[in-house]
Nanobody
Framework: QVQLVESGGGLVQAGGSLRLSCAAS????????MGWFRQAPGKEREFVAA????????YYADSVKGRFTISRDNAKNTVYLQMNSLKPGDTAVYYC???????????????????WGQGTQVTVSS
């Protein structure tokens, strides 16, 4: 079992920045592929970014590419999402997620992730 706790959400003006953090409870954190998803009111949960457990390859949704950066610190069991040049369309609840151990499948779909955090609200005002 893995517990995930997000932090760092809040209210920011368009063009501003936020950094989300997700702390994991497992010491085998380095063996989990980690992802960020978001869900706006009335919409389905959508992929934002992911970082694999091995090579550390990163993946981004087209809508955030060039503005968001995902990173991980295995020594701290934490994954981060640096969000720059925020837009009102980025407003959503952001969720951290972890796959099962040594996952090599798709990182883009919710079904790939076995563990989820409780979510943190990000609101971008215009």
């Amino acid at each position: 079992q893995v517990q995930l706790v997000e932090s760092g959400g809040g209210l920011v003006q368009a063009g501003g920045s936020l950094r989300l953090s997700c702390a994991a409870s497992r010491r085998t954190f380095s063996s989990f592929t980690m992802g960020w998803f978001r869900q706006a009111p009335g919409k389905e949960r959508e992929f934002v970014a992911a970082v694999r457990w091995n090579a550390g390859n990163t993946y981004y949704a087209d809508s955030v590419k060039g503005r968001f950066t995902i990173s991980r610190d295995n020594a701290k069991n934490t994954v981060y999402l640096q969000m720059n040049s925020l837009k009102p369309g980025d407003t959503a609840v952001y969720y951290c997620a972890a796959t099962r151990l040594n996952w090599s499948g798709s990182v883009y779909v919710t079904n790939s992730y076995a563990y989820w955090g409780q979510g943190t609200q990000v609101t971008v005002s215009s």
